[in-house]
């Protein structure tokens, strides 16, 4: 078993360096899958969600050539399959954005039902709806999503959104790609990783305007040429640092950063308290510890985003007064709750809604991390904490988080990821 043990309850200090965004990142190597020729796609996070994508496109004929620790070559000039391995498509979320890039380019899909982080009901209904109102036949069955298009080729389409859905968003706007006519779509997702998806499709030939407002217009071409991307900076990510330093205190410099899609984040912290300074690719954090609670509600983009919300409302923990969290994205995304509460957390959910009464301090805990971002609210929870604290299922922080540890470490967190056999915590440190 591997897990992070940390001492927790010393104030962070110095400068940590944002990656490339994992949810970009997910969309822009299937879509890769769209081009004849080479995509080279820089400042790619390494992560394990997207060692998996890049896996599964190698197993379907795609030539993979990494240039550099953030650089790939990805060249689909070759792809013998319309096919993806199922066993591997179930781990995780973003596979099924293989469905619009085969789609799209040859007019066929077969793939398994995709995984990821467990966080109640996640329909694809949207993304069906979709491809089928582009021509293509749907069919779902022991786990597989059979698509085909019929006369060949997806026929552009007029698509309104029942409900805003990045994923439903990003694999519409591949699949129409390449379809023929134009296709729009209505109550479209506006977050900067839709914007980062429909940049890279244009520079490898693809027509969409509209990306980041709720209209988005694509008009199909027969084909797309290879060339360079670089991936924009996890805003997730830079979110996370924030939090800790505002559960833990310290000044912090987070670079490679686009402040202003920080901006739904930042804005909640400085209510909190927090001291935000914006630079042009940078933002300087600055926490004296004490924090004003304050109400949250999870909504799309510009909105509070739903993958920050167990990282701020552990921040929130030793806030004064009463917070209160709305998650209104996601039906169950409080689980971890119950792992802050083994740190001496006061918090009470009640359906989508959670009341957070301050504590002095949280204490170290052996806890489990139950998906991604939880995972991270738990690291910084830890940090925090007075004592120690060990994180267990540390494979859900792994899935999106570049070298974690290293970057904690490098602001002054103590830190470190254990390899036990047995699981006892008396073997090497790794
Ligand atoms: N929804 C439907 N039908 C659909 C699709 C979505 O009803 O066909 C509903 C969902 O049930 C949810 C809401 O629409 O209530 C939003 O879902 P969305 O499709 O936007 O989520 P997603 O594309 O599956 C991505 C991120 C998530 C992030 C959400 C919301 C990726 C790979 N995943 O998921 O990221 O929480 O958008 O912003 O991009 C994470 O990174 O930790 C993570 C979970």
Sequence with gaps: MTKYVINGGRPLHGEVTISGAKNAAVAIIPAALLVNGVCRIENIPNISDVSLLLNILDRMGVKIRTVNSHTVDIDSSNIHSVTAPAELMRKIRASYYLIGALLGRFGRACVGMPGGCDLGVRPIDQHIKGFVAMGADVDIRNGVIDAEARGGRLQGANVYLDVVSVGATINIMIAASMAEGLTVIDNAAKEPHVVDL???????????KGAGTDIIKIRGVSEMKGGFYSIIPDQIEAGTYIAAVAAAGGDVTIKNVIPKHLDPITSKFREMGVDIQEGDDYIRV???GRLNSVKVKTMPYPGFPTDMQPQIATALCTASGTSLITESVWDD??????ELKRMGASIQVDGKVAVIETVDYL???QVRACDLRAGAALVIAGVAAHGRTEVENIYHIERGYEHLVEKFQAIGADIRRVYTPDGNM???AI
Aim: proline share 0%; glycine share 8%.
């Design 198 to 208: 429909a940049n890279f499709l244009n520079s490898m030939g693809a027509d969409i």
């Design 286 to 288: 600055r926490c004296d």
């Design 333 to 338: 995304r409080f689980r971890y709750v119950n």
């Design 363 to 365: 204490t170290g805990a």
């Design 426 to 428: 008396t073997s090497q």
